[in-house]
Antibody, heavy 116, light 110 residues
Framework: EVQLVESGGGLIQPGGSLRLSCAASGFIVSSNYLSWVRQAPGKGLEWVSVIYSGGSTDYADSVKGRFTISRDNSKNTLYLQMNSLRAEDTAVYYC??????????WGQGTLVTVSS | QSALTQPASVSGSPGQSITISCTGTSSDIGGYNYVSWYQQHPGKAPKLMIYEVSNRPSGVSNRFSGSKSGNTASLTISGLQAEDEADYYCSSYTSSSSYVFGTGTKVTVL
């Protein structure tokens, strides 16, 4: 069974850094493309970043230069390094496996709160 | 990249069919057959319902179908059931090598 489990969220001050993890099981991370998608409280979905099987990456303009997506093939785990965090980065962060340029399945999400 | 435009809410009675529209531009929906749809129940993670405009992942009911015409994609739910009450989001790949989601539609079963 394909499963994704996010971790690493929490309360962080503006300007701080946080690294999210997404442990995958049931499939090989390096053979798939994976994305991070976030959802601010009471708001819609916002795509954040993608890493393809070949290792190339892309980012939403809102996080470009501040966030870095990566993976550890030996741990079958996806990461999102988030630097220079802002209040507007407050959201539940989901990781999802790519399916036909769509996203599924998804993890349960991890909440990041940026506040002083 | 601006969010794709969806109606805020759509409602229908059990057994009826409803259609949710998703309007973009020639740089996203109109340019690629990479439209996907997601169902999200309150407090839960989204679930992929349709990918590549009209393909259903294994396990998704055939009451859900997708289509596209020009810059507008549509999700149709036939034989509406109480369990279909949820938020629905569309998404598309874009010419900027990024992805964009729709504004979301709340489906209410009357």
């Amino acid at each position: 069974e394909v499963q994704l489990v996010e971790s690493g969220g929490g309360l962080i001050q503006p300007g701080g850094s946080l690294r999210l993890s997404c442990a995958a099981s049931g499939f090989i991370v390096s053979s798939n493309y994976l994305s991070w998608v976030r959802q601010a409280p009471g708001k819609g979905l916002e795509w954040v970043s993608v890493i393809y099987s070949g290792g190339s990456t892309d980012y939403a303009d809102s996080v470009k230069g501040r966030f870095t997506i990566s993976r550890d093939n030996s741990k079958n785990t996806l990461y999102l390094q988030m630097n220079s965090l802002r209040a507007e980065d407050t959201a539940v962060y989901y990781c999802a496996r790519g399916t036909g340029r769509g996203f599924g399945p998804w993890g349960q999400g991890t909440l990041v709160t940026v506040s002083s | 990249q601006s969010a794709l435009t969806q109606p805020a809410s759509v409602s229908g009675s059990p057994g009826q069919s409803i259609t949710i529209s998703c309007t973009g531009t020639s740089s996203d929906i109109g340019g690629y057959n990479y439209v996907s749809w997601y169902q999200q129940h309150p407090g839960k993670a989204p679930k992929l319902m349709i990918y590549e405009v009209s393909n259903r992942p294994s396990g998704v009911s055939n009451r859900f179908s997708g289509s596209k015409s020009g810059n507008t994609a549509s999700l149709t739910i036939s034989g509406l059931q109480a369990e279909d009450e949820a938020d629905y989001y569309c998404s598309s790949y874009t010419s900027s090598s990024s992805y964009v989601f729709g504004t979301g539609t709340k489906v209410t079963v009357l």
